[in-house]
């Protein structure tokens, strides 16, 4: 729990204290609210993996160790303490990217599936915006799903800020890159483009130093 007055922590303290309840008090709210907007992306990204044939546990456990640096990345740049967040943080942070009950991992699984099925097949310019912009895609496909998924609506957030700092937040910003990029590839476009115009796709120039262009390369696609 946190808040900034003590008046708060003592009630909240006196509600749940009991002999099958840990709590703990903090007085950072700003780091509590910065941490728990930027797990959620991680978990959709996790849930995403977790769809995805060949992405296992390990994978997934990678997800969630560069989220968390990133997330003490963001807390130091803007000067909050990272203690607090160490402890509360990436109990929550796994919390997120693990449960069953997870609502942005779920959403993330069920964003894969979707499209694997072909249940929810999207048309050309979807997929076209789906490649070249994922954040605003799953926020627009996301605004018109009933369960709420706040991770859909930060991500974008967190990529502008990052960019607009010039912070170097490579997994924020390219994970569902590289994640709906290669699934894209191999499943999406393939049914409106022949190799031979694949080859002339215009990719992101952030893109173009990764190692997503290794994997485009043993697919026969050629940097523009």
């Not at 006196?14 to 309840?21: A, K």
């Not at 694997?116 to 605004?143: H, Y």
């Not at 800020?161 to 569902?176: D, G, P, V």
């Amino acid at each position: 729990m946190a808040s900034s007055g003590t008046q708060s922590i003592e009630i909240f303290e006196t509600l749940f204290c009991g002999s099958r309840n840990h709590t703990k008090t903090y007085e950072d709210l700003i780091g509590l609210e910065v941490s728990g907007a930027m797990k959620n992306p991680i978990a959709i990204a996790c849930g995403i993996a977790s769809g995805i044939p060949e992405c296992g546990s390990n994978f997934e456990g990678e997800l969630i160790s560069l989220g968390y640096s990133e997330i003490i990345t963001l807390l130091k740049a803007l000067e909050i303490p990272i203690q607090p967040v160490q402890e509360y943080g990436l109990a929550d942070l796994i919390a997120s990217c693990t449960s069953r009950y997870s609502r942005n991992k779920a959403y993330g699984h069920r964003f894969v599936h979707k499209l694997i099925s072909g249940e929810d097949r999207p048309n050309l310019i979807e997929r076209i915006e789906l490649f070249f912009n994922p954040a605003e895609f799953i926020q627009k496909e996301v605004s018109q799903s009933e369960s709420h998924v706040e991770g859909a609506f930060a991500l974008a957030s967190i990529i502008s800020l990052a960019e607009e700092k010039k912070w170097k937040f490579h997994f924020m910003i390219h994970s569902f890159k590289y994640l709906l990029e290669e699934f894209l590839q191999r499943n999406s476009f393939v049914s409106y483009l022949s190799p031979r115009r694949m080859k002339f796709i215009i990719f992101p120039k952030s893109l173009q130093n990764v190692p997503v262009w290794e994997w485009l390369r043993e697919k026969n696609f050629k940097k523009p």
